[in-house]
């Protein structure tokens, strides 16, 4: 069968936003009807993804304190410690390709990109030993689950695509 990129396209918009459909259903909590909530728009996601690119920790501005992060990590500090320990050896980065929000949740289709820096022997942070100019690329889906004050109180998704395995690379 052969998919066009429009096709491609409206298949994976109807994916994302069947997810954030299923989500405003469900019922809302007792006492929080009212609550006034803040979605976190288009803009403020792609400043969120410039922070997290450049390897800046303010991208952790974006989170509750106690965020629940994909790979069970748990909170803010959680994270940073987790890419404190890669960020040494590599540089990720993402490209967004969709992204859609509502007040409750936010989804994305991204490209992730793992690009060794420093060769690491530590073979527990990568699953192996890396050596400078590996690459890795990277295809998936995240969700977010957000605050009332449109912060991410949660990062889920099923494990991204390698559609790229990790492979010597020029600079």
Not at 50 to 67: E, Q, S
Not at 70 to 99: H, T, W
Not at 124 to 143: C, M, P, S, W
Request: charged share 25%.
């Amino acid at each position: 069968m052969t998919t066009t990129p429009e096709l491609a396209t409206r298949h994976r918009r109807k994916f994302l936003m069947a997810s954030l459909a299923g989500a405003a259903a469900l019922p809302s909590l007792p006492g929080r009807a009212a609550e006034r909530r803040v979605p976190l728009d288009r803009a403020g996601y792609d400043h969120y993804v410039a922070l997290f690119n450049a390897g800046d920790p303010r991208f952790t501005d974006y989170y509750v304190d106690d965020i629940k992060f994909v790979m069970d990590i748990r909170g803010k500090a959680g994270v940073l410690n987790f890419y404190a320990s890669q960020r040494p050896y590599v540089k990720e980065s993402l490209e967004v390709l969709f992204f859609c929000s509502d007040a409750t949740g936010a989804a994305a289709e991204v490209r992730g990109e793992f690009r060794c820096i420093k060769d690491c022997d530590d073979a527990t942070i990568f699953r192996r030993a890396l050596k400078a100019g590996e690459v890795q690329r990277t295809h998936g889906y995240l969700f977010y689950v957000l605050n009332a004050q449109g912060k991410i109180a949660e990062i889920k998704g099923p494990p991204p695509e390698i559609v790229q395995p990790w492979r010597i690379e020029g600079a």
